[in-house]
């Protein structure tokens, strides 16, 4: 089955500056790869998805890139603001297989002031 | 988008209970989705839930312990049975967006903490 890891598993950065978050997956023949934003206490909200015939998507302050060669693919968050804070989810699934998604480990971002 | 109505929220029991979740959607959807999240950990698929036949389980989920059932195309309910502590997590029902679209939205998730 599919396997998809996440690094980090926690990151720190200023109001303003970037972060980025990274993911591997195993199963080549996966095709869907969303991003998930989840706060303390509630649900996973979808932020972002791309699928495997696109390279990058971007949306206003977010961005996500796929390097289907390596297997991987990466959220980008620019001008971060406190309201970020939350742990993303990355996750990967193949939606003519039943899809199923496999989620990463998720990382705990944190926007100081 | 589908609205998810999870019940209960949350509840506290005792070891060796069952408890039975409800999940119900706001539209027909063919596959529902259920997924635990232990605490500070990530989300992993229990099993999916579709209409008309048995749920179909992950590996390390069987039936016995995580029974579910799905009367009809809005509805379903999963039951952890014979609790112990290691079963204390957040239960998530999902549903898929659209038909093609790999996108899942959740229910707000059912808190289980065992005594």
């Known amino acids: 089955g599919e396997n998809v890891e996440q690094h980090p598993s926690t990151l720190s950065v200023q109001e303003g500056d970037s972060a980025v978050i990274k993911c591997t997956y195993s199963d080549s023949a996966s095709n869907y790869f969303p991003w998930y934003k989840q706060e303390l206490g509630k649900r996973p909200q979808l932020i972002i998805d791309i699928r495997s015939n696109v390279g990058e998507k971007k949306d206003q302050r977010i961005a996500v890139t796929l390097n289907k060669t390596a297997k991987h693919f990466s959220l980008h968050i620019t001008e971060t603001q406190p309201e970020d804070s939350a742990v993303y989810f990355c996750a990967a699934s193949f939606t003519g297989g039943g899809n199923k998604l496999t989620f990463g480990t998720g990382t705990q971002l944190k926007v100081e002031l | ?115």
């Open chain 2, 1 to 115: 988008s589908a609205v998810i109505s999870q019940k209960p929220s949350r509840d506290i029991c005792q070891r060796g209970t069952s408890l039975t979740i409800q999940c119900q959607v706001d539209s027909q959807v063919t596959m529902m989705f259920w997924y635990r999240q232990q605490p500070g950990q990530s989300l992993t698929l229990i099993a999916t839930a579709n209409q008309g036949s048995e749920a179909t389980y992950e590996s390390g989920f069987v039936i016995d312990k995580f029974p579910i059932s799905r009367p009809n195309l809005t509805f379903s309910t999963l039951t952890v049975s014979n609790m112990s502590p290691e079963d204390s997590s957040i239960y998530l029902c999902s549903v898929l967006a659209g038909a093609y679209t790999g996108e899942l939205f959740f229910g707000e998730g059912s808190r289980l903490t065992v005594l």
